[in-house]
């Protein structure tokens, strides 16, 4: 088990939701000290090194040329920095465990230079950091992380669960975190997270990480592994109050579903990056959320573990390994994400919310959904997707206290 797994797994056995930020500087003092103060933070945390947007895409040039020119960066460029210059970020942390967050369709470099640093921790997924964050093709995709994967002997987490960020049923995002995380074991990934992000309703929230640790114990028995929800990844409210009532929605549902890590946002999310501070606010915040409730059984499924087991069943059929199972099941639409325009997406699927704050489909394509599951009484046009994208965030801003 790597230290960043390790880290997660004891303090889950205490008991403890371990809360983690989204945080990247370029400059290597103030990244260090964004990581001091979040182990300093009155939680129980993780670290996080978020990478800049050039070295997200494979421009490293440009990130060079930015650390040269002493223009600002939107990450640390990991790549760009001597990995004696990383090391010395971390020195003197103590063990305190550190994540590096990229972004990157093709991370084979990231990778490199996160093991050369002596880092032991990572995300991202063929599909999820392809559909919709590149233009890259997906088959590219998935033959880069194939090589990034391999021989990679540290703690890898599927974003396959945040999928669009928002308007995503919860089905399609357990399943391709699923599978995201079983193409890992495939080549060779040991320590495995699997995502799950906040979406419209907190009961269908719980009935998705509930199918999602079920369909892990299945189809991942053989690796460690753990679960870890990210507060709402879409419109966020513009009030302080209304982001930190939803930031701490998530820890709740986290601990009530059973997940072991949360990354938070901030009361800034919906303005700029936020400061240092704001993120500790956020984590301080989100562990004494989560403290306030307790670990419950699963509610009654509404369909979301049958929906989930279909897709992920329906992939793994497929012939090959698990990275050319997705490949084919993305030529034939039976994963299909709602709204998104990458040209290897079928483009069929759509969703809606209905009068209890659900996520349902209104079609679905070619994927082995029962028609049952589909409500087609909504009709999608350009107002009511507005009103779905802006209903979280006018919820909370518009709650009363």
């Given at each position: 088990?790597?230290?960043?797994?390790?880290?997660?797994?004891?303090?889950?056995?205490?008991?403890?939701l371990v809360v983690?930020?989204?945080?990247?500087?370029?400059?290597?003092?103030?990244?260090?000290?964004?990581?001091?103060?979040?182990?300093?933070?009155?939680?129980?945390?993780v670290g996080t090194?978020?990478?800049?947007?050039?070295?997200?895409?494979?421009?490293?040039?440009?990130?060079?040329?930015?650390?040269?020119?002493?223009?600002?960066?939107?990450?640390?460029?990991?790549?760009?920095?001597?990995?004696?210059?990383?090391?010395?970020?971390?020195?003197?942390?103590?063990?305190?465990?550190?994540?590096?967050?990229?972004?990157?369709?093709?991370?084979?470099?990231?990778?490199?230079?996160?093991?050369?640093?002596?880092?032991?921790?990572?995300?991202?997924?063929?599909?999820?950091?392809?559909?919709?964050?590149?233009?890259?093709?997906?088959?590219?995709?998935?033959?880069?992380?194939?090589?990034?994967?391999?021989?990679?002997?540290?703690?890898?987490?599927?974003?396959?669960?945040?999928?669009?960020?928002?308007?995503?049923?919860?089905?399609?995002?357990?399943?391709?975190?699923?599978?995201?995380?079983?193409?890992?074991?495939?080549?060779?990934?040991?320590?495995?997270?699997?995502?799950?992000?906040?979406?419209?309703?907190?009961?269908?929230?719980?009935?998705?990480?509930?199918?999602?640790?079920?369909?892990?114990?299945?189809?991942?028995?053989?690796?460690?592994?753990?679960?870890?929800?990210?507060?709402?990844?879409?419109?966020?409210?513009?009030?302080?109050?209304?982001?930190?009532?939803?930031?701490?929605?998530?820890?709740?549902?986290?601990?009530?579903?059973?997940?072991?890590?949360?990354?938070?946002?901030?009361?800034?999310?919906?303005?700029?990056?936020?400061t240092v501070a704001?993120?500790?606010?956020?984590?301080?915040?989100?562990?004494?959320?989560?403290?306030?409730?307790?670990?419950?059984?699963?509610?009654?499924?509404?369909?979301?573990?049958?929906?989930?087991?279909?897709?992920?069943?329906?992939?793994?059929?497929?012939?090959?390994?698990?990275?050319?199972?997705?490949?084919?099941?993305?030529?034939?639409?039976?994963?299909?994400?709602?709204?998104?325009?990458?040209?290897?997406?079928?483009?069929?699927?759509?969703?809606?919310?209905?009068?209890?704050?659900?996520?349902?489909?209104?079609?679905?394509?070619?994927?082995?959904?029962?028609?049952?599951?589909?409500?087609?009484?909504?009709?999608?046009?350009?107002?009511?997707?507005?009103?779905?994208?802006?209903?979280?965030?006018?919820?909370?801003?518009?709650?009363?206290?």
């Amino acid at each position: 088990m790597s230290a960043f797994a390790d880290a997660v797994a004891r303090a889950h056995a205490d008991g403890r939701l371990v809360v983690q930020p989204r945080m990247g500087m370029a400059s290597p003092v103030e990244m260090r000290g964004g990581l001091l103060a979040v182990r300093g933070a009155r939680a129980t945390t993780v670290g996080t090194l978020t990478v800049d947007s050039y070295t997200r895409v494979g421009d490293h040039q440009a990130a060079s040329a930015a650390l040269r020119d002493g223009a600002r960066l939107n990450g640390y460029p990991i790549v760009s920095h001597d990995p004696v210059v990383t090391r010395g970020v971390l020195d003197g942390l103590d063990g305190f465990p550190v994540q590096v967050r990229h972004g990157s369709a093709d991370p084979r470099a990231i990778f490199g230079a996160l093991a050369a640093a002596g880092l032991d921790a990572t995300e991202g997924g063929p599909v999820s950091y392809c559909l919709p964050y590149s233009r890259r093709p997906l088959r590219d995709s998935v033959a880069h992380w194939s090589e990034a994967c391999e021989g990679f002997t540290g703690h890898l987490e599927t974003f396959g669960g945040c999928m669009m960020g928002q308007l995503c049923p919860p089905s399609l995002l357990v399943a391709i975190s699923v599978l995201e995380a079983v193409f890992f074991r495939c080549h060779g990934v040991r320590s495995v997270s699997l995502s799950y992000a906040q979406q419209t309703n907190a009961d269908q929230d719980a009935e998705a990480v509930h199918a999602l640790r079920a369909l892990a114990a299945r189809f991942l028995s053989d690796v460690d592994w753990h679960v870890v929800v990210y507060t709402y990844m879409g419109v966020f409210p513009r009030t302080r109050s209304g982001a930190r009532l939803l930031n701490d929605n998530a820890a709740r549902l986290a601990v009530r579903a059973g997940a072991q890590r949360l990354i938070v946002k901030t009361v800034a999310e919906a303005h700029r990056i936020p400061t240092v501070a704001e993120n500790v606010d956020a984590l301080e915040s989100a562990a004494a959320a989560a403290a306030s409730v307790s670990y419950e059984e699963p509610f009654q499924d509404n369909g979301v573990l049958a929906e989930a087991t279909a897709l992920v069943e329906a992939v793994l059929e497929l012939p090959g390994d698990p990275g050319t199972a997705m490949l084919a099941a993305f030529r034939r639409g039976l994963l299909d994400v709602p709204y998104c325009l990458h040209p290897d997406n079928a483009g069929q699927a759509r969703s809606h919310i209905d009068d209890t704050g659900r996520l349902r489909w209104s079609s679905v394509g070619a994927m082995p959904i029962a028609p049952t599951s589909v409500d087609r009484s909504t009709p999608a046009d350009s107002a009511g997707l507005l009103a779905a994208l802006n209903r979280v965030a006018h919820l909370h801003d518009t709650r009363p206290w």
